[in-house]
C-alpha cells in the first residue's frame, strides 16, 4: 500500500517509489533502464511537467487529487507490473513520440538509431531511397522514421494484426504522413503484390521459446505475436528471408533486427554473408543484407 498521505512532495515521491521499484524488483527495458529514471518520468508525466525537468520542482508540495492520482498511478506499476508505456500511452524513439497501448509491442528497436545515416554507405543519399517497406509495423513508429528521414520515399507498413495497424494509424496520422505511409494487413509479403523496394526493414518477433517461457511479468503485457519467434526465434526471419529477395530492386537493402540471435540466425544461414550493424546501445543485434546476396 503506498501511504500518500505522508509523502507531501515530489521529492518525497521520488524516493518513495524508487525504493518501492527496487523491492520488488521490477524489469525495465521499455523505455527505462532503471527505476530513477521511469519513476521521474512517471511523476512528471502525471502531473503535467517537462519532461526534462525535475529539480525545480522537487520541493513543490503536491494536492490531495495530485496524491491520489500518483499513488493508483504506481499502484499499477509496481504491483500489476504494468509497463510505463501503457500507463501514460506514449513511447520514444528519440525525439519521436508514438501513441501506444496493449495493442502493439512498446518502441524499442535498435534500427530507430541506424536511419537514416548508418544505412548510407547502403542505400546511398536518402534522396536515393524512393520505395521501402517496414515489414511487421507494430505501432508505425519505424515507418515513421523512415518517412522522415527518406523524404522522397513511399512507404508501405506491414502487419499481421488489424489491431496494431490501428495504432499505426493513429500514429501515422498524428505525424501527418497518410499520403505517403501505407498501412496492409497482410500475412507477411501475401499482400504485397509485385512490389520492389529499394530498402525494406524489419524489427519481427525474434524471442525463442524458451525465453518466451522466461521473460519477465512486464513483457507479458504485450502481445505474444510481436514477440514469439518459435523455438530458435528464427521463424519469421526465415519467412523474410525467403520472400524478401522477390521484393528488393536490383541493388536494394534489407534490415533486419534480431537480438541475441546472431549465433542462431549465422547457423541457419551459413552462405549468406550478413553485415552486422553496431549501434550505441547494441552490438551484433542487426543485420544487413543485399539484393545480390540472395544469388
Known amino acids: ?65 495530485e496524491r491520489e492520482k500518483l499513488r493508483e498511478l504506481f499502484t499499477r506499476r509496481i504491483d500489476e507490473r504494468i509497463p510505463a508505456a501503457y500507463l501514460t500511452h506514449e513511447a520514444w524513439l528519440g525525439d519521436f513520440r508514438f501513441y501506444v497501448d496493449e495493442r502493439v509491442i512498446i518502441p524499442r528497436s535498435f534500427i530507430a538509431e541506424l536511419i537514416p545515416g548508418a ?73 504485397i503484390g509485385d512490389k520492389h523496394y529499394d530498402l525494406i526493414i524489419s524489427n519481427p518477433p525474434y524471442v525463442t521459446s524458451v525465453a518466451m517461457h522466461a521473460l519477465p511479468q512486464e513483457y507479458r ?35 533486419v533486427e534480431v537480438g541475441d540471435g546472431k549465433d542462431a540466425v549465422e547457423t541457419a544461414f551459413p552462405n549468406l554473408p550478413f553485415v552486422w550493424l553496431d549501434t550505441r546501445s547494441s552490438s551484433n543485434s542487426v543485420l544487413l543484407l543485399k539484393r545480390e546476396d540472395f544469388d
Request: with cysteine; charged share 20%; proline share 5%.
Open 119 to 191: 544505412l548510407e554507405p547502403y542505400v546511398g543519399p536518402a534522396s536515393h531511397v524512393k520505395t521501402a517497406l517496414d515489414m511487421c509495423t507494430g505501432s508505425g513508429c519505424l515507418a515513421i522514421l523512415m518517412a522522415h528521414a527518406y523524404p522522397n520515399a513511399d512507404i508501405d507498413a506491414v502487419d499481421l494484426s488489424s489491431d496494431a495497424l490501428a495504432v499505426a494509424q493513429r500514429n501515422v496520422g498524428d505525424y501527418g504522413l497518410a499520403d505517403r505511409i501505407n498501412l496492409l494487413h497482410s500475412d507477411m509479403f501475401e499482400n
Open 1 to 65: 500500500m503506498i501511504p500518500a498521505n505522508e509523502l507531501p512532495t515530489l521529492r518525497d515521491w521520488l524516493r518513495f517509489t524508487v525504493s518501492r521499484m527496487g523491492e520488488a524488483k521490477l524489469a525495465f527495458g521499455h523505455g527505462s533502464v532503471e527505476a530513477y529514471d521511469e519513476a521521474a518520468y512517471l511523476l512528471l508525466h502525471a502531473l503535467h511537467l517537462p519532461l526534462d525537468r525535475l529539480e525545480p520542482f522537487l520541493d513543490a508540495k503536491l494536492t490531495q487529487d
Open 221 to 255: 503485457h504485450e502481445p505474444t505475436l510481436a514477440l514469439a519467434g518459435g523455438a530458435d526465434g528464427l521463424d519469421v526471419v526465415r519467412a523474410i528471408f525467403d520472400e524478401a529477395p522477390r521484393h528488393l530492386n536490383e541493388s536494394g537493402t534489407l534490415v
